[in-house]
């Protein structure tokens, strides 16, 4: 009796907890290749993976012609390839040249076709709605990665073959902008498609350097279950639950690093001013590249309470890393307060990055007097130094410090 009451209490606390169930469903695939000159033999290999486990099969192709049955608990990228000789696979790869003999697609439950007449990259997947979603953005996104390859070979490439700061500036403007467009294209798509097995990966996508747990938690909660359950489900709604420790309206944790004469300061030391944290590195371009925009903005309201704390994130040997970020501090004239984070890549997870949920270089954080988070910006965009430079001015002209 004791027995059954501890496994009752057991599934009502699961229920409780509304943790879903991961379920096996069944998945064919039925498909046919044309040209298989490359290939080794005439088996074909599919490959995916599912809580971090990776799957992998095999099936005869008989002129061409190949089938697999399996099960799967929930939506995912898949490949499907020939073998080839080890020289075609280091060659395809050396290049980052797209492979005939692979075709990538999302697998889900169901039945399946993936009919090809040349090679097996242009198959025409049927019956994976998923697959058919990410088809359609492509789609839509073709035009976008058309002008940002046409932008590179007209006003990049020869810029950086130049060297020409100046043109550099420029194409890093325009580019900018297409990539603002785009993301806008993939919001808009993300959302009326949330019921989509390719969901999850649009939310890793869009929150790839920037995640605001307040738009994105409802936007997870409406996810397929299977994909909520998965490992990588689970994992993202970790990281959904670590920004909230420096979400907007959150008081900002406080630490303590030294600056470049040894001196420690901390966060807290700064309390009644407007700060603004700037994480950077010396190796970091788009950070170098945004302190022109801060020794401005800093000359203008650093006699009206705002100041400028900038973390810098080496990763070497403690005297090389010291003698990077000094001279990179002496290179672009940053006058005001610069610590140094200099912690290696496997202590990440339990430094001030990790603190801050840190993704992307660089991100700014700008903090109001009472040390509440007002605002946070990933990369180094025209729209977000508008953005920072207008937040600033509001809230000196609002709050006289």
Not at 34 to 54: P, S
Not at 122 to 133: C, E, F, T, V
Not at 330 to 356: A, F, H
Not at 370 to 377: A, E, T
Request: hydrophobic residues 35%; charged residues 30%; aromatic residues 10%.
């Amino acid at each position: 009796m004791m027995k059954l009451k501890k496994r009752m209490i057991f599934l009502l606390l699961a229920l409780c907890a509304g943790a879903p169930m991961l379920n096996a469903q069944s998945f064919s695939i039925a498909g046919k290749v044309a040209d298989t000159k490359m290939a080794l033999d005439q088996m074909i290999y599919l490959k995916f993976k599912q809580n971090g486990k990776e799957i992998k099969d095999s099936a005869q192709m008989v002129n061409g012609v190949y089938a697999f049955k399996g099960t799967i608990l929930y939506p995912v990228k898949a490949i499907l390839q020939l073998k080839v000789p080890d020289s075609i696979e280091s060659y395809y790869n050396t290049r980052h040249f797209l492979k005939e003999y692979s075709c990538t697609f999302y697998l889900e439950r169901g039945a399946i076709t993936a009919d090809s007449r040349k090679k097996l990259d242009q198959s025409l997947i049927k019956g994976s709605r998923a697959d058919a979603n990410a088809r359609e953005l492509e789609v839509i996104l073709k035009p976008y990665y058309k002008e940002g390859d046409m932008l590179y070979k007209q006003e990049g490439r020869p810029a950086y073959e130049r060297k020409d700061s100046i043109a550099i500036a420029a194409y890093t403007k325009k580019m900018y902008v297409n990539e603002s467009r785009m993301d806008s294209v993939r919001k808009a798509f993300m959302l009326s498609h949330l019921q989509s097995g390719v969901a999850l990966d649009m939310l890793m996508e869009y929150t790839r350097s920037l995640m605001d747990p307040r738009e994105i938690e409802p936007l997870f909660n409406q996810l397929e279950p299977s994909l909520k359950a998965s490992d990588e489900g689970k994992a993202y709604w970790t990281r959904i639950q670590g920004a909230k420790r420096t979400a907007i309206g959150i008081i900002a944790p406080d630490f303590t690093l030294k600056d470049s004469e040894g001196k420690e300061v901390s966060l807290s030391s700064l309390k009644g001013k407007l700060v603004l944290l700037d994480f950077w590195g010396s190796w970091c371009y788009p950070c170098r590249a945004s302190h022109p925009h801060l020794k401005k903005l800093y000359q203008e309201y650093k006699n009206k309470g705002f100041e400028i704390l900038g973390v810098s994130s080496e990763s070497g040997k403690a005297e090389e890393d010291y003698k990077k970020w000094t001279t990179a501090m002496k290179e672009d004239g940053m006058n005001w307060l610069n610590v140094l984070s200099n912690t290696s890549r496997s202590e990440r997870s339990r430094g001030i990055l990790n603190q801050y949920s840190v993704t992307v270089f660089p991100t700014k954080i700008l903090i109001d007097k009472n040390g509440v988070i007002l605002k946070r910006f990933a990369g180094n965009t025209p729209e977000n130094a508008r953005l920072l430079d207008q937040t600033v001015k509001d809230y000196l002209e609002r709050h006289k410090l």
